[in-house]
C-alpha cells in the first residue's frame, strides 16, 4: 500500500555529539547575555517615554493655556460687544435704561463678590496642587527606601550569600 500524502514519516532525533553541546551551551550564553540586557534596556525605555511625556507636557500645558486666554478674551469682547450694542440701541431710539441704586449697588456687590471668589478659588487649586505636588514627592522618596528594604531582604534570603549587584 502507498502512503497517503498527508503523513510523515516520524523524525529520529541524532544521539547528542559534541558539536550539539557546544552549540547548545552557546545558545544558552547568549541567552544569559541577553536576559542581562533586559533591566538596562528597560530602564532606557522608561527613561525615553517619561522624558517624552514630561516634553508633551509642558507643550499640552501652554495649549491649555493658550485656550483659556482665548476664551477668556473672547468672553470678555463678547460681553462688551453686547454692552456697547445695547448702549447703542437705547441712544438710537431714546430708551432709558435707569435702573434703581439699590439693583446698581447689588450688581457691583455681585461682580467683586465673583471676582473675590475666583481670586480664592485661584489661590486654593494653587496651594492644592502644592500640597499635591510634595506628596508625589515624598511618596517618591519613600518608593526610593522600599527598593533599598526589598534589596536587603532579597539579600537575607540568598542562601548562597553571592550578593547580586
Not at 2 to 28: F, R
Not at 56 to 83: D, G, P
Not at 122 to 149: G, L, Q
Amino acid at each position: 500500500m502507498s502512503k497517503s500524502t498527508q503523513e510523515s514519516e516520524p523524525t529520529t532525533q541524532e544521539p547528542p555529539t559534541e558539536s550539539n553541546q557546544i552549540n547548545v551551551q552557546e545558545s544558552n550564553q547568549i541567552n544569559v547575555q541577553e536576559s542581562e540586557h533586559i533591566p538596562h534596556d528597560y530602564h532606557n525605555n522608561i527613561n525615553n517615554f517619561f522624558d517624552a511625556w514630561e516634553d508633551y507636557l509642558h507643550q499640552y500645558r501652554q495649549s491649555v493655556e493658550n485656550l483659556q486666554l482665548e476664551w477668556t478674551r473672547s468672553c470678555k469682547a463678547m460681553f462688551n460687544s453686547t454692552i456697547s450694542t445695547q448702549q447703542e440701541i437705547a441712544k438710537r431710539y431714546g430708551v432709558n435704561y435707569s435702573i434703581p441704586e439699590a439693583t446698581h449697588k447689588i450688581i457691583e456687590d455681585s461682580i467683586d463678590s465673583a471676582t473675590k471668589l475666583t481670586q480664592e478659588q485661584s489661590k486654593t487649586m494653587s496651594d492644592s496642587f502644592a500640597t499635591t505636588r510634595n506628596n508625589i514627592k515624598a511618596f517618591n522618596e519613600n518608593t526610593k527606601h522600599f527598593v533599598k528594604m526589598g534589596h536587603s531582604i532579597t539579600d537575607l534570603c540568598n542562601p548562597s550569600g553571592y550578593k547580586n549587584q
